[in-house]
């Protein structure tokens, strides 16, 4: 194993990855603001953790080594003028309108220890625990709303708010408003836990970049190869940027940029397929068809190229990635009414923890069934509350460290 951030496969050896156990920040979502943060149910918070758990003990069961966002965060804040500074930044970005208010949250938040605050960041800050009046009419027009500083309930999908490639981190800037402070999380980390990111970590993208780009969306192919979709949540102006920056300076020679539909339904690359084996894939069935994908690489002038491709999936695949064939592996299968249930509970969310050894969620007994027929191993985890948030295992998990293939 190699020390580090060390990420140039999907499917290598899996050594050491980021979670978030999903906490009190559950219990800040209602039907009231349902859509804004971005959930369709309510997972029950007792349940989801103890599923959380089992899937933090699999992964230990594995010889993976779990760390926790909460857990790096203390470290990376343990200096006071550093918790200081993000203390000024997070608030500046929880749009509050009202100096007094901002001035009694820092307040607040610095009088906590380190973890009891960052606790509080992530679960949210109400009103009644203030006692400050704001004199600011947005405050007052939104007076019945509870809190000050909203929840952050997608924080246990960790795939999202950056991704380990290669040697290197890539920290998003975030579509929504609604995700958009997870990434500084992760950017105080990169900055401040040693642990996380040694000295000479390579960072190619930044929380404080313009344009949106998500994890969810980037796989890393091979050591020279790095598929983005562009996406509901990733732009092309992101993907560009990220592009020369890794190009630049890493051994990557290539990245894909895989066109597919801006809806729900198809949120993330992650979403429509993933790697399993060294070829084998699980997809949903609607990208089969031909895809317009476009290739950035790097001149000998060192500006960018671009070209464009249209081909079905499993040709781009074999070409790609130099093999004779691959074995693209149907979410549900062939029955149309299992691929829609079993791809709205991420059945092609997978994550590979070894070549050929994928965690699933238990309930896509279908999929699960064919990827054991195709000789993949399937580790499964229970998820009545944790698929309510509409992520499967790779979702819920950034590799920090895997095995060269």
Same mark, same amino acid.
């Not at 109400?126 to 909203?150: F, H, M, Q, R």
């Not at 020279?224 to 509901?232: C, F, H, P, T």
């Given at each position: 194993? /190699? ?12 050594? =050491?990855? $980021? $979670? ?33 758990? =089992? ?45 007094? @208010? /901002? ?23 109400? /009103? ?97 190869? @790095? ?95 130099? $093999? ?45 069934? $064919? ?6 191993? @399937? ?27």
């Amino acid at each position: 194993m /190699k020390p580090g951030i060390n990420n140039y496969s999907e499917i290598g050896k899996l050594n =050491k990855v $980021l $979670l978030h156990r999903i906490g009190n920040e559950i219990e800040g979502l209602v039907p009231d603001n349902f859509e804004r943060l971005l959930f369709d149910d309510i997972p029950y918070l007792k349940v989801a953790q103890q599923e959380h758990d =089992k899937f933090a003990d699999l992964l230990r069961a594995n010889d993976v080594e779990v760390i926790y966002y909460v857990d790096e965060t203390v470290k990376a804040l343990k200096d006071r003028k550093v918790r200081q500074e993000f203390i000024r930044k997070f608030v500046s970005e929880s749009d509050i309108h009202s100096e007094a @208010v /901002k001035e009694a949250l820092e307040e607040y938040l610095m009088g906590m220890t380190v973890k009891e605050m960052v606790e509080k960041v992530i679960s949210g800050v109400k /009103k009644s625990e203030l006692d400050v009046k704001s004199n600011s009419l947005a405050d007052y027009i939104s007076s019945g709303y509870p809190y000050y500083t909203d929840p952050m309930p997608n924080l246990y999908f960790t795939r999202d708010q950056g991704a380990c490639v290669g040697n290197g981190v890539s920290i998003h800037h975030m579509s929504t408003m609604a995700r958009r402070r997870e990434a500084l999380l992760l950017q105080y980390m990169f900055k401040y836990s040693k642990s996380f990111a040694p000295d000479g970590t390579n960072l190619w993208y930044d929380y404080d970049q313009a344009y949106s780009i998500e994890g969810g969306d980037v796989l890393v192919l091979s050591d020279e190869i @790095v598929a983005i979709g562009l996406s509901q949540r990733t732009t092309v102006a992101g993907i560009e940027q990220f592009a020369k920056n890794i190009l630049d300076e890493s051994t990557f020679q290539k990245i894909l940029v895989f066109d597919i539909p801006k809806c729900r339904a198809f949120m993330h690359l992650d979403t429509v397929f993933t790697m399993v084996d060294f070829d084998k894939f699980t997809i949903h069935p609607e990208i089969e068809g031909p895809l317009q994908l476009f290739e950035i690489t790097l001149g000998k002038d060192g500006n960018a190229r671009f070209n464009s491709i249209q081909d079905e999936l499993e040709n781009i695949l074999k070409i790609e990635l130099g $093999l004779p064939a691959v074995d693209l592996i149907r979410c549900g299968g062939n029955d149309a009414q299992a691929a829609q249930r079993e791809q709205w509970n991420d059945g092609s969310n997978t994550l590979a923890i070894a070549p050929g050894t994928v965690v699933t969620y238990e309930r896509n007994y279908v999929t699960n069934d $064919l990827l054991d027929k195709k000789g993949v191993k @399937v580790l499964t985890i229970p998820s009545s509350e944790l698929s309510r948030g509409r992520g499967g295992p790779r979702c819920m998990s950034c590799p920090v460290n895997r095995d060269d293939l």
